[in-house]
Every structure is written in C-alpha cells, then in structure tokens.
C-alpha cells in the first residue's frame, strides 16, 4: 500500500460494453444477462438475512435508475441518456477514470470510506460497495457507476452492512495481490481499515454504524475473512466504539 501523493496509476475501469457515436463512448449495461441473473439470485439466497436485495433485472435497474437519477451533493453519477425497459438495458455516459483500489493507495482507502459516509448522510445504503463501484476521475471526481443494489434507507445495520463488504473486498484484493505473503501478514490490511473507518467517521458517518458491522445478521460475510483478520477488525471496531 503507497502513500505517496501523485503516484496512483489511473486503470481504465470495465463498465459493461462500450458503444461508439461519433467521437462519444457510451456504457450500455444489460440487467437481464444470465450471469447477472444467477449472481444475485445466489447471494440473494446466501445472504438474505444480511441486506435486501433485489434479484429480478426489474427491480436491480428500477434502483440503479432511481439512484443515478437522484440528486447527490457530494458524489457523482454518469447522465442517463437512454433507457431500453423491454430489453432492461440502460445507456449511460462513458465516464474517464480509475476505480478505487484501497488494497493498494492510502488515499483509496480514505477516499472509500469518505465516499461511504457521503452516501449514508444522503440517506442511502448502497448493499454493493466493492471499491470498483467507484470511479475516480483524473481531475479528483468520484463517481458511482453502479448501484443496482441501492436503497433509500437510513437503518444503521444496513450501513454497516456496506462497510463490511467494502472491508471484505478490500481484504480480498490484498490477499489475492500478494498470496500468501499477505496471509500472515496483516499490517496491511490493518492500515486499510484504520483509513477507511478514520475517514468514515470523520466525513459525518455514525459510530452506530460501524458497530452495527458486527451484527449477527451479517455473520455469513465473515467466513470470506482469515480468522486473525476478522480478530484485527473486531478489535478495531471495539476500539472506536468505546471512544
């Protein structure tokens, strides 16, 4: 994980397929694609307990198009430009920039739980939060380029539900970077997880919700975490609970 200001390389960002008119790029993304379908029926079904999620490509565009076409303060969202719902597909604006890669920048990890607190203030839970949701522009603009998942809903287990998983991937990310080296190492992922909760809280997110990490609801999530990980967070979140 780098610090050092200036040195993130910007990535292209895979954001469904990619259509040319003239000298524009857009995005058209399908919600009706089998993978797409059998995805969030599985985790629907695994992790129902956890977060209500939407499964039909219905209800998962009517939520994206709902967020995307809401008024946000402080994030940004691609313009809608065409809406297909005979074949749920929507078109949006192709959007230039890197998605966020805490595993890998300080300042990712920051920005995540920065842009998390942001969205939970607007009074909406995202359910997806893996940091490629996100896109950071070359000139410092984050935007969210999915959020079929989204929910307007200001239940603070449901939030802590969306640092868990922001968390999780995180931890993924870095475990599959450096297999295994990072495995009994955790300085890393310690860091990452100061930075994303530090920053939570100080951009206006609820300590309620960081405890609510550890509600029993979200057990199935902890068994993608390492054991000794899973001791590091609790004991992070005990931390600053108690302050």
């Given at each position: 994980?780098?610090?050092?200001?200036?040195d993130k390389?910007f990535?292209e960002?895979p954001?469904?397929?990619i259509?040319?008119?003239?000298?524009?790029?857009y995005?058209v993304?399908g919600?009706?694609v089998?993978?797409?379908?059998?995805?969030?029926?599985?985790?629907?079904?695994?992790?129902?307990?956890?977060?209500?999620f939407a499964?039909?490509p219905?209800?998962r565009m009517?939520r994206?198009?709902?967020?995307?076409?809401s008024?946000h303060?402080r994030?940004?969202?691609p313009?809608?430009?065409g809406?297909d719902?005979?074949?749920k597909?929507?078109?949006?604006e192709?959007?230039?920039?890197s998605p966020?890669?805490?595993?890998?920048?300080e300042?990712d990890?920051?920005?995540?739980?920065?842009?998390?607190a942001?969205?939970h203030?607007?009074g909406?839970?995202?359910g997806?939060?893996?940091?490629?949701?996100f896109?950071?522009?070359?000139?410092?603009s984050?935007y969210?380029?999915?959020?079929e998942?989204?929910?307007?809903?200001?239940d603070v287990r449901?939030?802590g539900w969306?640092?868990?998983?922001?968390i999780?991937?995180?931890?993924?990310?870095q475990?599959l970077d450096h297999?295994?080296?990072?495995?009994s190492n955790?300085s890393d992922?310690?860091?990452?997880?100061?930075?994303?909760l530090?920053s939570?809280?100080?951009?206006?997110?609820s300590?309620?919700?960081?405890d609510?990490?550890?509600?029993y609801r979200?057990m199935?999530?902890?068994?993608?975490l390492?054991?000794?990980?899973l001791?590091?967070l609790?004991r992070l979140?005990?931390?600053?609970?108690?302050?």
């Amino acid at each position: 994980m780098s610090g050092l200001p200036g040195d993130k390389e910007f990535m292209e960002a895979p954001q469904a397929e990619i259509i040319v008119k003239g000298d524009k790029r857009y995005i058209v993304k399908g919600f009706q694609v089998a993978r797409g379908v059998l995805k969030w029926v599985s985790l629907g079904l695994v992790y129902k307990a956890s977060y209500p999620f939407a499964l039909t490509p219905e209800a998962r565009m009517k939520r994206e198009l709902r967020f995307m076409n809401s008024k946000h303060e402080r994030i940004k969202t691609p313009r809608i430009v065409g809406v297909d719902y005979e074949r749920k597909t929507i078109t949006r604006e192709y959007i230039e920039g890197s998605p966020l890669r805490p595993w890998a920048y300080e300042a990712d990890a920051a920005r995540l739980g920065e842009i998390l607190a942001w969205i939970h203030e607007e009074g909406w839970v995202m359910g997806d939060t893996k940091p490629t949701n996100f896109l950071e522009t070359p000139e410092g603009s984050i935007y969210v380029i999915d959020a079929e998942q989204s929910l307007e809903d200001s239940d603070v287990r449901l939030r802590g539900w969306d640092l868990l998983v922001a968390i999780t991937f995180t931890s993924l990310a870095q475990l599959l970077d450096h297999f295994p080296s990072r495995l009994s190492n955790a300085s890393d992922f310690k860091l990452g997880v100061t930075l994303i909760l530090d920053s939570y809280l100080e951009a206006g997110g609820s300590i309620e919700a960081v405890d609510n990490m550890f509600n029993y609801r979200h057990m199935s999530l902890y068994l993608l975490l390492p054991a000794h990980y899973l001791s590091i967070l609790r004991r992070l979140v005990k931390n600053k609970v108690k302050k």
